[in-house]
């Protein structure tokens, strides 16, 4: 029988879609897992809360979940690989599902009881002999700090909670209301208003095609390379980036002016980890988390990983994966590459995406190259790779969303085996 005292412990930072997924391979790894989820529930950003602003703990609400929403993709490709969403009636399915799915799942594998709820991360530093982390925890329902040790540690604290907003000249003139999308909870409140959407990525193209519904007019401004293809309702337009903003709206590049009563800023989030301290080694500019290998194992301290940073991915599944690929090399499946490997091999990757055009915030975008990074992922650890009709149904799902965002949720999808899936409607 296993000492307890000889078992490697795990800290969770999170009990969304990563660190749900992180703890269950934890524990099947045979560690000592504790999760610290800062909400009174699982389920991450699936979790809707009508509040905005700041919890009763004084903590900023994490979740940027709107009333209605559906997934914006299918639900075959939205489960874990091993652990798929149950069948029903629709592939795209309202967010208190997803929550549903993510309550099975943790109970299926016993990861409740490893939960430790309303407990916020305040920091995570090295030990003195650098050998382990001690993780300081505010228990806040008790409103007490306590401090733990744990040889890994496993950030899952995803990073659709803190509003990135642009910087415009004459923000400080506009009359109207300025808000984040995070902020958005339904389009109720914009009942004949007329509202400018900045920012053209799936929540920015969601949200005006539900404003729309309630405002009398809705420009979204965006800079994307091609128009979207999509077709949007009559009393929406499109329009070039903003230039500045007014008393009463906004110019645009074009030269052309339009007045807006609200303006929504949907343009992305921050990758924050406010609970790191200086000397976990750990940077992050413009989006860019560094040093990392393979997007997320500290290089400096090899016993901290982030799951779930890479974006234009199919979420739960690379998270899966990610995770596999550190639990492989923490329970000593497989030895680590050197430090120094580690770096050459994030630095080739890195020159390729400079060369490819990218900018910092693009560090982590896979989108084009997603199913390259999760083979890598998989040979590089010797781990079972991500289903090749996985990769096929995210790429078709992906361009139907944005070829047609008012119909595409009525496509209904089945997997028939791992190479194939088929369009039943």
């Known amino acids: 029988m296993v000492n307890e005292k000889t078992k490697q412990t795990y800290c969770v930072i999170g009990a969304g879609t990563a660190g749900l997924c992180a703890a269950r391979h934890a524990l099947q790894a045979g560690g000592l897992v504790t999760v610290f989820e800062m909400g009174k529930q699982l389920g991450g950003t699936w979790v809707f809360n009508e ?113 990135n907003l642009p910087k415009y000249p004459g923000m400080n003139v506009f009359r109207g209301k300025q808000m984040h999308s995070h902020d958005y909870r339904s389009n109720e409140p914009f009942e004949g ?17 539900e404003i ?14 091609d128009k979207p293809q999509t077709v949007f309702p009559d009393n929406v337009t499109l329009k070039p980036d903003v230039v500045r903003l007014t008393e009463t709206g906004v110019q645009y590049e074009d030269g052309t002016s339009q007045d807006f009563s609200v303006i929504c800023y949907s343009t992305g989030y921050k990758y924050t980890f406010p609970f790191l301290s200086v000397d976990c080694g750990i940077t992050v500019e413009d989006n860019y ?32 994966l990610q995770a596999r690929f550190c639990l492989k090399f923490f329970s000593g499946g497989k030895a680590l590459p050197t430090r120094e490997e580690m770096s050459a091999d994030t630095m080739a990757e890195m020159e390729e995406r400079w060369k490819r055009g990218l900018k910092k915030r693009q560090a982590h975008m896979m989108g084009p190259v997603e199913d390259r990074y999760y083979d890598d992922l998989a040979q590089t650890a010797d781990i079972e790779p991500i289903k090749p009709v996985i990769k096929k149904l995210h790429k078709i799902s992906a361009m139907r969303f944005s070829e047609d965002l008012v119909n595409f949720r009525s496509d209904k999808f089945r997997i028939v085996d791992d190479e194939t899936f088929v369009k039943i409607n």
């Open 51 to 163: 509040e905005t602003g700041k919890n009763e703990y004084g903590i900023d609400v994490h979740s940027s979940m709107y009333k209605g929403l559906k997934t914006n993709l299918p639900k075959e490709i939205m489960g874990y690989p091993d652990f798929p969403i149950p069948e029903q009636e629709s592939s795209y399915i309202p967010a208190e599902d997803m929550l549903h799915f993510f309550q099975q799942f943790a109970e299926s594998f016993g990861i409740l009881e490893h939960i430790r709820f309303s407990h916020y991360v305040v920091r995570v530093k090295p030990t003195i002999d650098e050998k382990g982390w001690e993780v300081i925890v505010r228990d806040c329902p008790n409103d007490r700090l306590v401090t733990y040790t744990f040889d890994y540690v496993l950030i899952c604290n995803g990073h659709y909670h803190t509003p």
């Open 289 to 320: 988390v560094q040093p990392l290998y393979k997007h997320c194992i500290n290089i400096r301290y090899p016993t901290m990983a982030f799951i779930g940073l890479p974006f234009y991915v199919c979420a739960a599944q690379m998270m899966d």
């Open 193 to 209: 208003e007329t509202v400018l959407v900045i920012g053209a990525g799936p929540s920015g193209m969601d949200m005006a095609y």
């Open 212 to 225: 729309s519904k309630k405002a009398d007019r809705v420009t979204l401004s965006h800079h994307l390379k």
